[in-house]
Protein backbone atom coordinates (compact mmCIF):
# COMPACT_ATOMS: atom_id res chain seq x y z
CA UNK A 1 0.00 0.00 0.00
CA UNK A 2 2.79 2.71 0.84
CA UNK A 3 4.13 1.90 -2.82
CA UNK A 4 0.63 2.89 -4.49
CA UNK A 5 0.36 5.57 -2.31
CA UNK A 6 3.62 7.12 -3.34
CA UNK A 7 3.24 6.29 -6.87
CA UNK A 8 -0.18 8.17 -6.65
CA UNK A 9 1.47 11.42 -4.98
CA UNK A 10 4.77 11.15 -7.35
CA UNK A 11 2.25 11.09 -10.78
CA UNK A 12 -0.56 13.73 -9.12
CA UNK A 13 2.78 16.15 -8.56
CA UNK A 14 3.88 15.59 -12.03
CA UNK A 15 0.32 16.48 -13.43
CA UNK A 16 -1.45 18.25 -10.75
CA UNK A 17 -4.36 18.74 -13.52
CA UNK A 18 -5.43 15.12 -12.66
CA UNK A 19 -6.77 15.89 -9.27
CA UNK A 20 -9.55 17.54 -11.28
CA UNK A 21 -12.81 15.88 -11.34
CA UNK A 22 -13.87 13.99 -14.08
CA UNK A 23 -17.42 15.36 -13.73
CA UNK A 24 -19.76 17.53 -11.97
CA UNK A 25 -21.05 14.80 -9.18
CA UNK A 26 -17.62 14.72 -8.44
CA UNK A 27 -17.32 18.42 -7.37
CA UNK A 28 -18.20 18.87 -3.64
CA UNK A 29 -15.27 16.66 -2.98
CA UNK A 30 -12.65 19.16 -5.00
CA UNK A 31 -13.46 22.11 -3.24
CA UNK A 32 -11.06 24.71 -1.70
CA UNK A 33 -12.45 26.97 1.12
CA UNK A 34 -11.57 30.59 1.30
CA UNK A 35 -9.32 29.88 4.35
CA UNK A 36 -7.49 26.98 3.13
CA UNK A 37 -6.58 29.27 0.03
CA UNK A 38 -6.19 32.49 2.24
CA UNK A 39 -3.84 30.22 4.60
CA UNK A 40 -2.25 28.53 2.11
CA UNK A 41 1.97 29.39 2.26
CA UNK A 42 2.39 28.66 -1.05
CA UNK A 43 1.13 27.22 -4.22
CA UNK A 44 3.31 24.11 -3.03
CA UNK A 45 1.79 24.06 0.05
CA UNK A 46 -1.92 24.14 -1.23
CA UNK A 47 -1.21 21.71 -4.30
CA UNK A 48 0.52 19.05 -1.27
CA UNK A 49 -2.63 19.38 0.85
CA UNK A 50 -4.83 18.64 -1.91
CA UNK A 51 -3.07 15.48 -3.27
CA UNK A 52 -2.64 14.14 0.64
CA UNK A 53 -6.80 14.92 0.72
CA UNK A 54 -6.79 13.15 -2.58
CA UNK A 55 -4.56 10.02 -1.67
CA UNK A 56 -6.18 9.58 1.57
CA UNK A 57 -9.94 9.49 -0.28
CA UNK A 58 -8.13 6.59 -2.79
CA UNK A 59 -6.30 4.52 -0.30
CA UNK A 60 -9.35 4.00 1.80
CA UNK A 61 -11.23 2.62 -0.58
CA UNK A 62 -11.65 -0.71 -1.71
CA UNK A 63 -8.57 -2.56 -4.14
CA UNK A 64 -11.10 -2.84 -6.89
CA UNK A 65 -11.36 0.69 -6.30
CA UNK A 66 -7.73 1.57 -6.35
CA UNK A 67 -7.21 -0.08 -9.28
CA UNK A 68 -9.90 1.08 -11.13
CA UNK A 69 -8.22 4.86 -10.25
CA UNK A 70 -4.76 3.71 -11.60
CA UNK A 71 -6.17 3.23 -14.84
CA UNK A 72 -9.21 5.62 -15.05
CA UNK A 73 -7.86 8.43 -13.97
CA UNK A 74 -3.61 8.18 -13.54
CA UNK A 75 -4.31 5.94 -17.19
CA UNK A 76 -1.62 3.31 -15.73
CA UNK A 77 -1.29 0.20 -17.61
CA UNK A 78 -0.35 -3.39 -16.00
CA UNK A 79 -1.50 -6.98 -16.64
CA UNK A 80 -4.73 -6.57 -15.47
CA UNK A 81 -4.96 -10.47 -15.56
CA UNK A 82 -3.44 -10.23 -12.20
CA UNK A 83 -6.29 -7.96 -10.55
CA UNK A 84 -8.14 -10.68 -9.24
CA UNK A 85 -4.75 -11.93 -7.09
CA UNK A 86 -3.89 -8.40 -5.97
CA UNK A 87 -7.20 -7.83 -4.35
CA UNK A 88 -7.20 -11.12 -2.80
CA UNK A 89 -3.83 -10.32 -1.43
CA UNK A 90 -5.46 -7.25 -0.20
CA UNK A 91 -8.49 -8.79 1.45
CA UNK A 92 -6.00 -11.03 3.14
CA UNK A 93 -3.73 -8.62 4.06
CA UNK A 94 -6.85 -6.66 5.30
CA UNK A 95 -7.99 -9.90 7.44
CA UNK A 96 -4.77 -10.39 9.24
CA UNK A 97 -4.30 -6.62 10.40
CA UNK A 98 -7.64 -6.08 11.09
CA UNK A 99 -9.92 -8.87 12.22
CA UNK A 100 -7.21 -11.25 14.01
CA UNK A 101 -6.43 -12.78 10.32
CA UNK A 102 -10.14 -14.60 9.93
CA UNK A 103 -11.51 -14.38 7.16
CA UNK A 104 -14.23 -11.72 6.57
CA UNK A 105 -17.05 -10.92 4.19
CA UNK A 106 -15.12 -9.02 1.77
CA UNK A 107 -12.66 -12.06 1.61
CA UNK A 108 -15.21 -15.12 0.83
CA UNK A 109 -15.91 -14.05 -1.86
CA UNK A 110 -12.82 -16.43 -3.08
CA UNK A 111 -14.11 -19.71 -2.30
CA UNK A 112 -11.11 -20.97 -0.54
CA UNK A 113 -12.17 -18.80 2.42
CA UNK A 114 -15.28 -19.41 4.75
CA UNK A 115 -16.25 -16.43 7.07
CA UNK A 116 -15.16 -16.43 10.40
CA UNK A 117 -12.14 -19.45 9.05
CA UNK A 118 -8.74 -18.34 10.36
CA UNK A 119 -5.99 -17.82 7.21
CA UNK A 120 -3.71 -20.27 6.80
CA UNK A 121 -1.33 -19.69 3.79
CA UNK A 122 1.35 -21.96 2.60
CA UNK A 123 4.84 -21.07 1.45
CA UNK A 124 3.63 -21.49 -1.88
CA UNK A 125 0.55 -19.12 -2.19
CA UNK A 126 2.49 -16.41 -0.40
CA UNK A 127 5.49 -16.70 -2.57
CA UNK A 128 2.99 -16.63 -5.44
CA UNK A 129 1.76 -13.59 -3.87
CA UNK A 130 4.91 -12.19 -3.56
CA UNK A 131 5.89 -12.61 -7.33
CA UNK A 132 2.57 -11.57 -8.70
CA UNK A 133 3.26 -8.24 -6.44
CA UNK A 134 6.47 -7.87 -7.55
CA UNK A 135 4.90 -7.84 -11.25
CA UNK A 136 2.17 -5.98 -10.97
CA UNK A 137 4.31 -2.66 -9.18
CA UNK A 138 7.40 -2.99 -11.86
CA UNK A 139 4.91 -2.75 -14.69
CA UNK A 140 3.16 0.31 -12.59
CA UNK A 141 6.28 2.28 -12.06
CA UNK A 142 7.49 1.42 -15.90
CA UNK A 143 4.20 2.90 -16.81
CA UNK A 144 3.88 5.16 -15.02
CA UNK A 145 7.75 6.40 -15.60
CA UNK A 146 6.88 6.58 -19.15
CA UNK A 147 3.26 8.40 -18.90
CA UNK A 148 4.83 11.03 -15.87
CA UNK A 149 8.54 11.39 -17.10
CA UNK A 150 10.09 10.40 -13.44
CA UNK A 151 13.24 10.72 -14.23
CA UNK A 152 13.64 14.26 -15.90
Not at 5 to 10: F, Y
Not at 38 to 58: C, G, H, Q
Amino acid sequence: MAFLTDLIIACLKKQPKKLLPDSKSQNKDKTLTYQQLLLADSYETLLNELIEKEVRNIMYKSMHEILDYLKRKLKLKWDASINEEIIVANRIRNCCMHNNCLADKALVKDPRFKEGQEIELDAGVVHSFGIKARQFTRQLWESANTQYSFNS
